[in-house]
């Protein structure tokens, strides 16, 4: 199993400004992604987090609003940019085993843009 | 592009009522099937998977899914829901990444 922390917990940002976001694993991993779950909806992935090259981005999030760093095979942060009440959500990191048979969730970070 | 497909939003049962939550998924090859619950509140929690094997899978807490592969299908199941099961569930597959369906609320009255 793989335990992840994350961090913040939970915060609450003016419109404008960025925030980033944390994730540490207690294992190296290869496979780590950042997912979306606004409130009342499902996990929505965002990116790829890739270790040592660019971040593979699903349609709809692009690197400039969702900046993705992974220095090493245990940690990865995300950066929400030039935030809108839209981005309100919990924001999870995730990993999943080599063989895809499990995936493990950070306990999210609560994003509240006022 | 895989896919998800959650049938039914919101489920209200009554207690010792049995559940069946549908899943669909789209793609054609190999994948791992998963089904998560959230409890209010709370982060994801795994309930159970199917990789391989006997296509019919026991989870945590009395839950039950069954892959039927010519219906690229992994309903969950549970014959009597309690009270405590209320919550939202999410079927989940895994190729590569992991995609989730939409989600289902489970309100099971006392």
């Known amino acids: 199993s793989a335990v992840i922390s994350q961090k913040p917990s939970r915060d609450i940002c003016q419109r404008g400004t960025s925030l980033t976001i944390q994730c540490q694993v207690d294992s190296q991993v290869t496979m780590m992604f950042w997912y979306r779950q606004q409130p009342g909806q499902s996990l929505t992935l965002i990116a790829t987090?890739?270790?040592?090259?660019?971040?593979?981005?699903e349609s709809g999030f692009v690197i400039d609003k969702f900046p993705i760093s992974r220095p090493n095979l245990t940690f990865s942060t995300l950066t929400v940019s030039n935030m809108s009440p839209e981005d309100s959500s919990i924001y999870l990191c995730?990993?999943?085993?080599?063989?895809?048979?499990?995936?493990?969730f950070g306990q999210g970070t609560r994003l509240t843009v006022v | 592009a895989q896919s998800v497909s959650q049938h039914n939003h919101h489920v209200i049962l009554s207690e010792a009522a049995s559940l069946e939550l549908g899943c669909n998924y789209s793609?054609?090859?190999?994948?791992?099937l998963f089904w998560y619950v959230q409890y209010p509140g709370q982060h994801l929690q795994l309930l159970l998977k199917y990789f391989s094997g006997d296509p019919l899978v026991k989870g945590i807490k009395g839950f039950e899914a069954e892959f039927i592969k010519s219906k690229f299908s992994f309903n969950l199941r549970k014959p009597s829901v309690q009270w405590s099961d209320t919550a939202e569930y999410f079927c989940a597959v895994a190729y590569g990444d992991m995609r989730f369906g939409a989600g289902t609320r489970l309100t099971v009255k006392p």
């Open positions: 793609y054609g090859g190999t994948v791992n």
């Open positions: 987090a890739n270790q040592g090259s660019e971040a593979t981005y």
């Open positions: 995730s990993v999943q085993t080599a063989a895809k048979t499990e995936a493990f």
